[in-house]
Structures are given as structure tokens and as C-alpha cells.
């Protein structure tokens, strides 16, 4: 989406000078679509991972020679000379939360810290990328910025439930301390460059769509979630990042899509949007699954004039034609 696609509000970066910019997992699903937006506006942009789930495939033919990729682990302390930082470090797929649990764990809390204490050196403005997991299994419905969750410290999902919800800590510590922080709860988001081996709900049910197997649903499909596609996230990142009144600053902002779709609803419609005949087998519901997912974007729409626009048939779409092109390759 090119910004010449959105109403932004008014002031939305009139007058904005070229930046640095760092992203940390910037070769990753969102953190190379954000790179790939930032640099066709002309910034200079630096993208840090480790490619623990990051791919420099995600990075080629794309940012016209502004972006610059540099291969480290946000856990060991970085150093660049940058006006705004974008914090997206962390594997964020339900299958890596038990196998790479500690990896996790110090990406969210000492690499967040690493992250603003960057942006504290250097004067910079820094996001830092939290989730929707903070919510857990939640008994409140839609998810509002003020609910604290229905959460464990111990389980399956607590190593990346647990330190994004350290790093919002860290993010209103250092926003006391001076530091222009803004926090995004990013809801389940989807679209070209997720990783086919991704283990998430929309690349999981694609991939096998694709293969002709059979498509897995969990417990019965009537848990629900909410999908934003990844251009309209980029859109709310950038105007929560450049917004410049009262009332972000250390404040954590929900960004995704309030339609509700059931998992059993998506997985049809991936079926008949890729044409695969593959049944569907029920295997049992994994430990903290959450039963529902949906944000209250109110403050979003509020302080940000922002809401997604992608209606998901059409996001599908062009997800299945990114991993009809990627399964080829492989």
C-alpha cells in the first residue's frame, strides 16, 4: 500500500524529513513490509535480525538500495546512529513458543531493553511491538487496552505471553524516564512473506490447502480470531509512530482487524479460495489456546484515525499467490 492509498489525518507526515531507521526483525513478515514502505518514502532504513524466523528473501528487489541488512541477536547489545527504532524483534509463531521458550524470553525482555536504552542514547523515538497474547484466554470481550488479561506465568504460551508483557514494563519505565515510547498490541496479522513452515493458523491451513492435505482445525474450528492484513498494520504502526499529540506516549494502542471469523470459517474459505479438495481432521485444542480473539480499536480510531480496510477474501488471496510462488521454489 503506498501512502498515496491512505486518508491519513491531517498533519499525517507533512513535512517529515528523511530519517534513519532502525527495525529490529526487520527481515521478518512485518518487519520487511514495514522497511519495504519507510524506504519507498525516501528513509535511510536498517534492518537487524538474527534470522532465527526472519528470511533476506523477505528483503530482495525491495527498498531501492535504502535498506541495509545486519545480521545480529537483539539480545547482545546494538549501537546505530537512528532517529526512530522500531522494535519487531521475536518469533512470534505458537509452534516456536516451547521449542525456542528461552530465546523468546531474552528476545522480549533483554533484547526490548537493549532497544530503549538505544533510543534512550540516542534521543530516539522507538516503538515497541507488543501482542495481543498479553490478553491470554481472555474473559472480556472485545479486548480493550485496560483489560490485564487472563494469563499464566507457566505453560506452553508463557515464554511469549509473559516477556511481551515485561516488555510493556520496560516500555512505561522508559517512557518515565523521558523516552518517546508507543506500544503496539499487534492482533493476528497475515499476508505475503509469512514463512510456509510458519505454524500459525492462515499459513498452516494454506500450505496444506496447497499440498492437498489435509487441513488440521483444533477442537472443534468455533474458536474465533481476527485477522488484519499486513499493509493495513504497516499503516497503523506508521501513524501511531509519527503521531505527535497527547495521549501515546507509554500507552499501549491495539492495532487489528474487529471482524470475527471462526478458525473452522477460515479454513472453508482458504479451500475454496485455493480450490483444494482436502478434507479437514479435528485434532484436540492445544493447551491455553485462546477461545476468542478480538480488539477494541477505539483508541485507535480515536488518536490515530486509523482501521483496517483489507476484507480478508481479498488479503487471502494475495497471500495464496505469495506461497503458491514460495512452495515452488522450495
Not at 528461552?102 to 530503549?116: H, K, P, V, Y
Not at 522507538?126 to 507457566?154: C, F, K, W
Amino acid at each position: 500500500m503506498n501512502s498515496s492509498d491512505t486518508n491519513p489525518e491531517p498533519g499525517y507526515r507533512e513535512g517529515l524529513r528523511w530519517l534513519n531507521i532502525l527495525i529490529t526483525g526487520g527481515a521478518g513478515f512485518i518487519g520487511s513490509h514495514l522497511a519495504e514502505r519507510l524506504a519507498s518514502e525516501g528513509h535511510s532504513v536498517i534492518c537487524l535480525d538474527n534470522l532465527s524466523s526472519g528470511d533476506t528473501r523477505n528483503l530482495d528487489g525491495v527498498g531501492g538500495g535504502r535498506i541495509r541488512f545486519v545480521r545480529h541477536d537483539v539480545v547482545q547489545p546494538f549501537d546505530f546512529d537512528v532517529e526512530w527504532i522500531f522494535h519487531l524483534a521475536s518469533m512470534a509463531s505458537p509452534a516456536a513458543f516451547e521449542r525456542h521458550a528461552l530465546e523468546i524470553a531474552l528476545t522480549n525482555s533483554l533484547g526490548t531493553l537493549n532497544a530503549l536504552r538505544l533510543a534512550e542514547k540516542r534521543g530516539a523515538r522507538i516503538l515497541v511491538a507488543s501482542t495481543s497474547e498479553v490478553y491470554g484466554d481472555p474473559e472480556v470481550h472485545p479486548q480493550v487496552e485496560d483489560y490485564r488479561g487472563n494469563v499464566a506465568t507457566m505453560g506452553p504460551r508463557a515464554p511469549y505471553d509473559e516477556s511481551k508483557r515485561f516488555a510493556e514494563t520496560l516500555a512505561y519505565i522508559y517512557a518515565k524516564r523521558g523516552v518517546d515510547v508507543r506500544v503496539a498490541r499487534i492482533f493476528n496479522t497475515y499476508g505475503p512473506r509469512m514463512g510456509v513452515g510458519d505454524g500459525r493458523v492462515i499459513p498452516n491451513f494454506i500450505t496444506q490447502a496447497l499440498k492437498r492435505q489435509p487441513l488440521t482445525v483444533h477442537g472443534d474450528g468455533s474458536q474465533t480470531r481476527s485477522f488484519c492484513y499486513v499493509d493495513d498494520l504497516v499503516e497503523g504502526l506508521l501513524r501511531l509512530m509519527t503521531h505527535t499529540q497527547e495521549g501515546v506516549t507509554g500507552v499501549p494502542v491495539n492495532l487489528g482487524n474487529p471482524e470475527e471469523h471462526t478458525v473452522l470459517e477460515v479454513a472453508h474459505l482458504i479451500l475454496e479460495l485455493t480450490g483444494s479438495h482436502s478434507e479437514i481432521v479435528f485434532t484436540p485444542l492445544p493447551k491455553d489456546d485462546p477461545r476468542r480473539r478480538r480488539p477494541d480499536i477505539t483508541r485507535a480510531r480515536t488518536l490515530l484515525g486509523w482501521e483496517a480496510k483489507t476484507p480478508l477474501r481479498v488479503g487471502l488471496q494475495h497471500t495464496i499467490n505469495h506461497f503458491r510462488e514460495r512452495l515452488k521454489q522450495a
